[in-house]
């Protein structure tokens, strides 16, 4: 059965820090692996990623993938209290439709 | 930034009333899903649909149907709603293929009294 583990399931830091948020996976015919931000409301889209060892970047976030080890990661530097939320990790694969299979989240809390 | 709604964003309501949660996307994207998601629980996919007449279950089994008859359209609908429907409901859509994100509405908080 396809799944998808991430851990910490929940993490305080202070701002400034910089967090690591894992994802590891065992899903059938592995296409991409896909982060998500979700605050209040919607999950809003972050990174996909395809191939291993080429890192993704926006700003403070960073992403790489390790189909080997079969794990991505997720860095944040810098913290600040807006990266507040609940970060989904998310794998699509051949053997769900290409459906979007999810992780619980790990929630980070930046305090002041 | 993503152009996809759900209406209402909160509905409390009584055991037995028929429900209708509305989601319309303006993007043309063909494929379409419902989520279902609890607190601290992971998000599970409870329909989907491939474009125009197109509808099938998701992995989570739910007494929810669906239709999609128009492109940005994709209601989901309780007949006759219970306490164990009480939820997030998260609507989203994407392009078809492979490595396409989805792009997600704000969720309908529903509570069954």
């Known amino acids: 059965e396809d799944k998808v583990v991430q851990s910490p399931l929940s993490l305080v830091v202070h701002e400034g820090d910089t967090v690591t948020l894992n994802c590891s996976y065992e899903?059938?015919?592995?296409?991409?692996l896909l982060w998500y931000k979700q605050e209040k409301k919607a999950p809003t889209f972050l990174f996909m990623l395809?191939?291993?060892?080429i890192e993704k970047k926006s700003g403070r976030l960073s992403s790489i993938l390790d189909k080997k080890e079969l794990f991505s990661i997720l860095n944040i530097t810098a913290t600040q209290t807006g990266d507040s939320a609940v970060y989904l990790c998310?794998?699509?694969?051949?053997?769900?439709?290409?459906?979007?299979?999810f992780g619980k989240g790990t929630k980070l809390s930046v305090k002041p | 930034e993503a152009d996809i709604y759900q209406t209402p964003r909160y509905l409390v309501i009584g055991t037995g009333k028929k429900i209708t949660l509305e989601c319309s996307q303006t993007?043309?994207?063909?494929?379409m899903y419902w989520y279902q998601q609890d607190p601290g629980m992971e998000l599970h996919l409870i329909h989907y649909?491939?474009?125009?007449?197109?509808?099938e279950k998701g992995d989570l089994s739910s007494e929810s149907t669906v239709s999609r008859i128009r492109t940005e359209h994709f209601p989901l609908t309780l007949e006759s709603a219970r306490p164990s429907h009480t939820s997030q409901y998260l609507c989203?859509?994407?392009?078809?293929?492979?490595?396409?994100?989805?792009?997600f509405g704000d969720g309908t908080r529903l509570s069954i009294l």
């Open positions: 899903v059938t015919n592995f296409r991409s």
């Open positions: 989203a859509s994407s392009e078809p293929g492979a490595g396409r994100p989805q792009h």
């Open positions: 993007m043309g994207h063909d494929k």
């Open positions: 998310a794998v699509e694969s051949g053997g769900s439709q290409g459906n979007l299979i």
């Open positions: 395809t191939s291993s060892g």
């Open positions: 649909s491939y474009g125009v007449n197109s509808t």
